[in-house]
């Protein structure tokens, strides 16, 4: 049974940092490109960043470029999302898909894998 399990949202002030880990199990890692997504409320889900099996190649939305960085261990079956100069429009559910592709998908449908999501709120 695969299990994506994000952990590492909370309650951050604008500037500030967060980390977001996703555990996989059930799955091997490197047999998957990763991707984040997030979803503010009364908004749609929405592409974030994703990294490519092997680490080697990533893409991340306009929005979020510079400030975010995605990165993963497969030794350790996890993938990470290093939040920096968080803004209040950061503020949703985030949620990190799992996609058996090797090619780097931006649209959501194209994932097979999801997990349950963790909130990240920013205040101003």
């Known amino acids: 049974q695969v299990q994506l399990v994000e952990s590492g949202g909370g309650l951050v002030q604008a500037g500030g940092s967060l980390r977001l880990s996703c555990a996989a199990s059930g799955l091997t890692l490197s047999n998957y490109a990763m991707g984040w997504f997030r979803q503010a409320p009364g908004k749609e889900r929405e592409f974030v960043a994703t990294?490519?099996?092997?680490?080697?190649?990533?893409y991340y939305a306009d929005s979020v470029k510079g400030r975010f960085t995605i990165s993963r261990d497969n030794a350790k079956n996890t993938v990470y999302l290093q939040m920096n100069s968080l803004k209040p429009e950061d503020t949703a559910v985030y949620y990190c898909?799992?996609?058996?592709?090797?090619?780097?998908?931006?649209?959501?449908?194209?994932?097979?894998?999801w997990g349950q999501g963790t909130q990240v709120t920013v205040s101003s």
């Open positions: 898909a799992a996609d058996d592709s090797v090619v780097l998908h931006l649209k959501g449908d194209k994932y097979d894998y």
């Open positions: 990294i490519s099996r092997n680490g080697g190649s990533t």
